[in-house]
């Protein structure tokens, strides 16, 4: 299909921005941030060229997990605004050609949600096969050997029924019975709620644990082959994730996206450690996700064979109809400022040139486009009930969801002067948007001419990749019949072989411009495009 016939184009072509609210823009002073604040801030994103935005929860929740456990799903949280305020950031992003993707939680729900405030009280309440209850294994422990992903058992005992109930993460957040028809119903609902007010589709957290083993079987111990977390658990989760039935429920929604005009996304959590599992959730190209996080690329370091092997088996493998996701931060892994670039501001450019130069569409979480690293967290500092309960083993997530810093001044922009911030806030001084507006040489202005250029190239936007032959530690593809990106990945300079053309981009802007003829030599760090 040529991309200008192409319905998809502006989210193949686009690039979408995760907000994180609690830590956008506060506009009330209250030190967290909120709807009103994102929507101050969107004539920034419009600038920036992205096309959509996905929002972390907004729904109510009591924050056990930071709006990851859902009170009720059709309401906005207080603290953020109220359905007023969503309205008018669909239609305000609407009108700078901005489309606004919500946070599904369906996994579970909040224990204060009204279903399982019901479902807790007794054997025959209405609600109570909407989550999973099994009687005491034989020796009255747990049913089964089922771990948490946030540590521990995966049951709690229900004294009053003397039953427990399943929770793959915190306590406060029971899964919920996917096999009950009920529920299923009670998700389209959901679903069509949002996306009769116009919102533009969904990012879905954990979709590929939804369904658990009906038999409730144990888990088998771990081997060395298996992901660290599960050697670490001493168990290798078959029976509590990754269950083929999850594909019917997505499968369903698809079918439901495909009755809206335009179709409404489906981008999935799918944190799966192998690409072939991580491509059935595109099912057969059309009828499931319309993308999936690729958690493989994600954890990959930032170095050129292993993510080009990602990639070219994205590329080999992927369904026809079904477009890739690149993404290097998020709310749940530390920014890729840090971690795959350790602070380095040419490795941050190099990052930010592959995420947005390669075939699928990016999501850059907020501050990326900054180069901003992770914030400064101490343990009194805590906030993320994983990082309480494993410092210092694992410090939790806090550290890449402190405030946005928009200027060097008090309160960094994001919020009044004086006002303590929910999480502490890295000094603006060290980093912040207004600096970079500045700064023709800044990460931020880097990232607007890379989105710039992306959505002025149909190669970029949405041209086949091509692996091209180059020296070790370094990354050469073409997109498209006439875009060639060059990446030199290590610490010395590198005599790099690539098509002449003019260089359409650089993550050193003084290469912008230049002609060139075949064999370059590269600087350590420094990526360019040539266009032919
Ligand atoms: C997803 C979210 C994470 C949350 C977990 C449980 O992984 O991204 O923040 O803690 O689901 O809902």
Redesign the pocket.
């Known amino acids: 299909m040529r991309a200008g016939t192409d319905p998809d184009r502006w989210w193949h072509g686009g690039v979408f921005y995760q907000i994180y609210p609690r830590s956008f823009a506060d506009s009330n002073g209250d030190g967290a941030g909120d709807l009103p604040g994102i929507i101050s801030r969107l004539d920034y994103l419009a600038e920036l060229g992205i096309s959509g935005i996905w929002l972390?929860p907004v729904t109510v929740s009591p924050n056990r997990?930071?709006?990851?456990?859902v009170a009720d799903y059709c309401d906005i949280d207080p603290d953020f605004g109220t359905l007023d305020d969503l309205a008018t950031l669909v239609e305000e992003g609407g009108r700078r050609g901005i489309r606004i993707l919500l946070?599904l939680?369906p996994?579970?729900t909040s224990d204060q949600h009204p279903w399982f405030v019901d479902a807790r009280t007794g054997r025959d309440a209405a609600h109570r096969d909407w989550y999973v209850w099994a009687d005491p294994s034989p020796d009255g422990g747990p049913p089964n050997n089922w771990a948490s992903?946030?540590g521990g058992s995966a049951w709690e005992l229900d004294d009053a029924s003397g039953q427990y109930f399943l929770h793959?993460?915190?306590m406060q957040?029971p899964d919920l019975n996917w096999w009950s028809e009920e529920v299923r119903n009670a998700f389209d609902d959901i679903v069509r709620f949002w996306w009769d007010r116009g919102v533009s589709g969904f990012r879905i957290?954990?979709c590929n644990m939804m369904i658990k083993d009906a038999e409730l079987r144990d888990n088998p111990p771990a081997t060395d082959s298996d992901p660290l977390d599960q050697q670490f658990m001493g168990l290798k989760a078959v029976y509590n994730t990754d269950r083929p039935e999850a594909h019917d429920i997505l499968q369903r929604w698809r079918a439901i996206s495909d009755g809206y005009d335009p179709n409404r996304l489906l981008i999935g959590?799918t944190?799966v450690e192998q690409l072939p599992v991580l491509m059935q959730f595109y099912g057969d190209g059309h009828n499931e996700l319309h993308g999936g996080f690729n958690f493989v690329f994600i954890n990959s370091p930032l170095e050129a064979e292993a993510m080009r092997a990602v990639v070219e088996e994205v590329e080999s493998t992927i369904p026809e109809g079904g477009w890739p996701i690149w993404t290097g931060s998020?709310?749940?892994v530390a920014r890729l400022a840090t971690r795959w670039a350790g602070g380095d501001l040419a490795k941050v450019r190099c990052a930010l040139l592959i995420l947005l130069s390669l075939r699928g569409t990016p999501f850059l979480y907020q501050g990326d486009e900054i180069g901003l690293t992770d914030g400064p967290i101490e343990k009194s500092d805590l906030l993320d009930a994983?990082g309480i309960r494993f410092w210092p083993y694992y410090k939790g997530?806090d550290a890449e969801r402190t405030p946005m810093p928009w200027a060097n001044t008090p309160g960094g922009g994001f919020t009044a002067a004086g006002v303590k911030t929910w999480l502490p806030m890295a000094d603006p001084a060290l980093c912040n948007v207004a600096d970079q507006e500045a700064d023709p040489d800044s990460v931020l202005a880097f990232t607007r001419r890379a989105i710039a250029r992306r959505a002025q190239s149909d190669d970029l936007a949405v041209g086949a990749y091509r692996s091209l032959p180059s020296p070790e530690n370094t990354w050469v593809y073409a997109r498209g019949a006439g875009t060639v990106v060059v990446l030199n990945m290590s610490g010395s300079a590198k005599e790099i072989t690539a098509p002449g053309g003019s260089i359409a981009l650089a993550t050193d802007r003084s290469l912008e411009g230049t002609a060139v003829h075949g064999a370059l030599t590269v600087a350590s760090w420094t990526g360019l495009v040539i266009e032919q």
């Open positions: 972390s997990d930071w709006g990851y456990d946070d939680v996994n579970h992903v946030f793959n993460f915190e957040q957290d954990v959590e944190n998020n709310h749940d994983v997530r």
